[in-house]
């Protein structure tokens, strides 16, 4: 096993995505480079820039690799977040920013599905606060997204799927009021059977689990070494990255 002593850390807050490359001994940060996160007003809902964003870590993991190195790959995002995918992989649609109050017009009806606070220990706060009010809102919204969807990936693991091509979600983004989880029974919530998502909540890990290591493409776009490790995931209330957004 080789020796992690540079590690790319992509942390996504709500205000800034950011690569920050880390001295794994000192914590020291090498290098920082950051963007806003925008929220984009196009139809059909306030949405979040992934594309942009996967373009801007991939020309940052290939100039940190260039100028530094990296021997492992972190990753930390904002809660109340997960990306829906198609069979193949793709989006099955836009990644709806947790702060439009779409949702609360479907209030009423959610709140007859939502599993008690006694199960998941999540509160209900409004709008898209809860990843499951997302859901439902946006299967409601858009009537073909039920046929189109696949797979619910929280938000870190996204970034490490596509990295690694490995689905899963991990448990604090799950257990981060997402009513999607119970987590003292670690299993789904009944909310995921009343949505008919049984089965496409993408599989739970621990955070500090090795996701995988890069896809052969990825090593060819940014220079990385083919076996350099990406860990699951975490999402930042519960452990904010070394640099704060």
């Known amino acids: 096993m080789r020796m992690s002593r540079h590690i790319a850390v992509i942390d996504v807050g709500k205000t800034n995505a950011t690569l920050a490359l880390v001295d794994a001994a000192t914590l020291n940060e090498i290098a920082v480079v950051t963007r806003p996160n925008r929220i984009l007003h196009g139809p059909p809902w306030p949405h979040f820039d992934l594309e942009g964003h996967w373009?801007?870590?991939?020309?940052?993991?290939?100039?940190?690799?260039?100028?530094?190195?990296?021997?492992?790959?972190?990753?930390?995002?904002?809660?109340?977040?997960?990306?829906?995918?198609?069979?193949?992989?793709?989006?099955?649609?836009?990644?709806?920013?947790?702060?439009?109050?779409?949702?609360?017009?479907?209030?009423?009806?959610?709140?007859?599905?939502?599993?008690?606070?006694?199960?998941?220990?999540?509160?209900?706060?409004?709008?898209?606060?809860?990843?499951?009010?997302?859901?439902?809102?946006?299967?409601?919204?858009?009537?073909?997204?039920?046929?189109?969807?696949a797979h619910v990936v929280t938000y870190p693991q996204y970034w490490g799927y596509r990295l690694t091509g490995v689905l899963a979600s991990d448990v604090t983004s799950l257990g981060c009021h997402s009513d999607l989880w119970q987590p003292f029974a670690a299993r789904a919530s009944d909310l995921v059977a009343k949505l008919g998502m049984s089965g496409r909540l993408a599989p739970p890990r621990p955070a500090s689990d090795v996701l995988g290591v890069v896809t052969p493409d990825i090593a060819a776009l940014t220079g990385l070494a083919p076996d350099t490790p990406v860990a699951c995931g975490i999402h930042d209330p519960t452990l904010r990255s070394i640099r704060m957004c």
């Open 55 to 149: 373009g801007f870590f991939i020309e940052g993991l290939r100039t940190v690799r260039t100028e530094h190195g990296v021997d492992a790959i972190s990753i930390t995002t904002h809660g109340a977040a997960a990306v829906l995918l198609d069979a193949a992989g793709g989006s099955a649609a836009l990644m709806l920013n947790y702060e439009h109050d779409g949702p609360d017009a479907l209030a009423a009806e959610y709140d007859t599905l939502w599993p008690r606070f006694e199960q998941t220990g999540a509160p209900r706060p409004g709008a898209g606060l809860n990843p499951g009010a997302q859901l439902h809102w946006m299967l409601r919204t858009d009537p073909g997204l039920e046929a189109r969807l």
